[in-house]
């Protein structure tokens, strides 16, 4: 079995909240991310899904260093990112990167595409003028772009060329893990395709293990070789991309699923009910659901462990209404 090189283990984050009571009292935590475990391996790429509000971004962001975690680990390598002894900012980025849903505001409009790429080589001790102009140019033509469109601005290129130059500076520090947020969401159909197959070249030539975060599943099943499915800041069922999309077990999975348009389809039973009934995960509670349409396995007692039910394949089980 291929060693991991993210090891996320009973991860949790909680927010305080506003109870309504007078002058703010009776707080209540939020449970963004409520113990949730996973691993990803070097090349692998392993999609969050969810509707907005499940915990997913949360939890690229307390893999990044951006929101502490309240409990849990998180291993890199098998060391530990949190707690005492953890590498810093500046360490972690070597390590972990980002490229972000929207293009236009992650980078710097009064920067230049070089000044934009070269920052970060400047910020972690690589400061020879040459070997700055050489990493550029092989980056640039990594990502589909020309040296001489290093002196232009942002506004000056189209958005499909502006999320290159995002990925670009995610990989100019040669990480091995890219955390991916909704990096086509806010590009043109018609060059979504194109930025997909570009992941998957730089995948595939850099060794890159992705975590992509998203809730277009028609873009996670071309790239995913893993899914989490995430409701409610609990994974309630994850496996490979292929048993998630054909085999769906959780009733949540296949709503999600049956949401993905198909213009071949005439009629779905699913698209016509209404959305998945739930609660906000306040003060340590977890999620409700319908299972109505759910089979037998489901109408045992709610646990909070993943139940495998084929290899690679677990499912959270549900209390019957």
Not at 45 to 58: A, D, M
Not at 78 to 87: E, R, S
């Amino acid at each position: 079995m291929t060693a991991s090189l993210l090891e996320v283990d009973d991860l949790h984050v909680r927010f305080s909240v506003s109870g309504g009571g007078l002058l703010g009292s009776g707080r209540r935590m939020l449970h963004a991310v409520n113990g949730i475990s996973f691993k990803l391996a070097k090349g692998e790429c392993l999609s969050i899904v969810g509707e907005s509000g499940c915990g997913k971004s949360t939890t690229a962001l307390a893999i990044l260093g951006l929101q502490e975690p309240t409990e849990g680990t998180i291993r890199y390598r098998g060391q530990p990112l949190t707690g005492t002894g953890a590498p810093g900012r500046m360490q972690r980025a070597k390590a972990v990167q980002m490229v972000f849903q929207d293009p236009y505001a992650s980078l710097n409009p009064r920067q230049t595409v070089r000044a934009s790429l070269a920052a970060p080589l400047r910020l972690h001790g690589i400061t020879a003028a040459s070997e700055i102009a050489d990493r550029i140019e092989v980056m640039l033509g990594n990502v589909g772009l020309t040296p001489e469109q290093a002196l232009r601005y942002p506004h000056e290129f189209s958005g499909g060329q502006r999320q290159r130059i995002g990925i670009a500076r995610a990989l100019i520090l040669e990480p091995e893990i890219v955390v991916l947020d909704e990096p086509v969401s806010a590009l043109d159909v018609s060059i979504r395709a194109q930025i997909i197959n570009l992941l998957l070249d730089l995948q595939e030539k850099l060794g890159l293990a992705y975590l992509m975060i998203s809730h277009d599943l028609s873009v996670v099943e071309h790239m995913s070789d893993r899914v989490l499915v995430m409701f409610f800041g609990q994974v309630v069922e994850e496996g490979g991309w292929r048993d998630i999309f054909e085999k769906p077990a959780h009733p949540y999975t296949r709503r999600l699923i049956a949401a993905i348009p198909d213009p071949y389809a005439e009629q779905n039973p699913l698209r016509q009910q209404d959305r998945l009934p739930g609660v906000p995960p306040l003060d340590g509670r977890g999620f409700a659901s319908d299972c109505s349409t759910a089979p037998d396995v489901f109408s045992a007692p709610a646990r909070s462990e993943l139940v495998e039910i084929a290899l690679g394949h677990r499912v959270r089980l549900v209390p019957a209404d």
